[in-house]
Every structure is written in C-alpha cells, then in structure tokens.
C-alpha cells in the first residue's frame, strides 16, 4: 500500500493537512503503469469494502514521489477520476475509511493502556485502601472503576456478586471514582469513610441503592442502617486518608484514558467499558482463566 494518491491529487503542490487529506481521498494499491484496467478493477473491487483505510497515511514520501514519476499525464488524470467518480458513486468508502482509522487508533489506545496496567499491577490490584470481593488471594484479578452515583454502576452491582460466587479464584478489587460531579464526590467519600469502619460493602449497597435526594442526610441515614458510628464517617470523609485514596483512584483511572464508567480491567488482557452482561463478564473471566 503507498499513498500515491495524494502526489497524484496535488501535482507536487503543498499538501493539504491531514483533516483535509481524510476527509477527499482514499488510497489505493499500487499497479503496474501498463495495467491501467487491472487498476481500474482493483479499485472498484476493493474501495467500498474500507479495506484500504489503513495506508491513509504515507510513512516514506520517497518511494511515493518515484512511484508518482513512473505515471504519464494522462495516466494520472484517469487515477484520480476513478477515485473521484468512486467517491461520488459510492460516499459509503469515506465513512469506511474513517471508520476504520477509529477503530485503530481505539485498539491502539487501548493496547497502551493495557501496557500500562501490565507494568504497574500493584497501584491496579493491590491497594490496601480499595475492597476486594470474591478471594483476596485468588490469582485471576479482575479491577472495576465505578462511580456511585452511575446508574449503569447500580445495575451491575447483582452482577458482580453472582460473578464472584461463580468463580471462587476471583479477586474483584472496587475501585470507586467520582466522576459525576459533587454528589459523586461525597457519595465516594462516605464509601472510602465507611471502609475505615469495616463496612465499606454493606455502606455501598445501601447507598447506591438509596434513590433520595443526595446530599449528606442521605449518607447519614444509610450509615445508622448500615450500623457505622455516624459521626466518624462524617469526619472521616474530610479525612487525608479518604481524600489520597480517592485522589489515586481518579490518576490511575487517568492514566488508563477512562472515559466512562463502569470499566473493567480484565487481568492484563482486556478493558472493558459500560454495564456488561453477566454473562459477558463470565466469559471475560474464564478467557483470563483459560490463558492464565
């Protein structure tokens, strides 16, 4: 694949940006000058597929200039009016294309982040301040990044504690993240609070199950129902211990590129986004286990 295209569009003028260069032309395979209807052929055959979205982008401009000077006049007049026309005949190749890069600068960003996650597992699995379901010695780890006040966070909690009693090698480490603005804040607080008391679990439940109005009553009475010294917890949310914890957390979930939760770290093998299924996290879990 060369990106012959773009000396062929241009005619050795000043190249366009890249916004631009993405958003006119599509790439195609290079040919033999004599086989001008086998190009032509070849392009119709695999322009509407996006197939080509992956050489957008010229690594080498040398080998593309001495490509471009083996091309007559009239030859490079009929290139670029195959690409014109193809375009125009079918606009579906641009969006494959863009597609196509999407999807591989995603993939790319998340190979970097699972790098990341492979270099530093103990600030992703082994921190003393977060909770650990399931076996807190079990060997396949598994790292969730919720928000309390995240409904998709709400919807997976039954999930987890299926997934848990299914899998006795699993250690779920929580880690809570306030995203969602202030109330996300104190929620997390009163949760990290809790912890201190032993009670982190039986605290989380009781609050992100709570559909009241937010704010620090509402804490107060999920902690006299989860049994907490009331008092406590609420010095303890204002705590240093509660705001480093929390404060790590967030820079871990930074540092991985979180977008969304709740996200799931797989071990070291996968990143997953949204409220999945249970039975998708299932099989996320025994393909950890399978290639543990």
């Not at 979930?253 to 770290?265: D, H, V």
């Amino acid at each position: 694949m060369v990106c012959i295209w773009i000396n062929l569009l241009y005619g050795g003028q000043q190249q366009p940006n890249l916004a631009v260069m993405t958003a006119r032309a599509i790439p195609f395979q290079f040919m033999d000058k004599d086989t001008m209807q086998n190009l032509k052929s070849f392009f119709r055959l695999t322009a509407g597929t996006g197939a080509l979205a992956a050489a957008l982008f010229c690594a080498d401009s040398a080998p593309v200039r001495a490509a471009d000077s083996s091309f007559t006049p009239a030859q490079r007049a009929e290139i670029v009016n195959i690409m014109r026309n193809a375009l125009k005949t079918d606009p579906s190749i641009l969006s494959d294309a863009i597609a196509s890069l999407q999807n591989q600068a995603a993939a790319q960003k998340n190979a970097s982040a699972l790098d990341l996650v492979r270099h530093n597992k103990p600030l992703f699995g082994g921190s003393s301040t977060d909770v650990v379901l399931g076996n807190p010695q079990g060997t396949l780890n598994v790292v969730e990044f919720y928000d309390p006040r995240c409904p998709y966070c709400r919807k997976v909690l039954d999930d987890l504690d299926a997934l848990v009693a299914a899998e006795p090698d699993l250690r779920l480490v929580e880690k809570v993240i306030p995203v969602l603005g202030p109330n996300s804040t104190l929620d997390a607080q009163a949760i990290m609070a809790a912890g201190m008391q032993g009670k982190y679990i039986p605290f989380q439940k009781i609050l992100m199950a709570d559909s009241s109005a937010p704010g620090m009553d509402r804490i107060r009475n999920a902690a006299r129902q989860a049994g907490l010294d009331t008092d406590k917890l609420v010095k303890d949310m204002k705590s240093s211990a509660v705001t480093t914890a929390l404060a790590k957390n967030v820079a871990l979930a930074r540092s991985i590129n979180l977008e969304g939760t709740p996200t799931f770290i797989i071990g070291d093998q996968a990143i997953i986004p949204g409220a999945v299924s249970l039975s998708e996290l299932k099989a996320a879990v025994d393909k950890l286990k399978s290639n543990h």
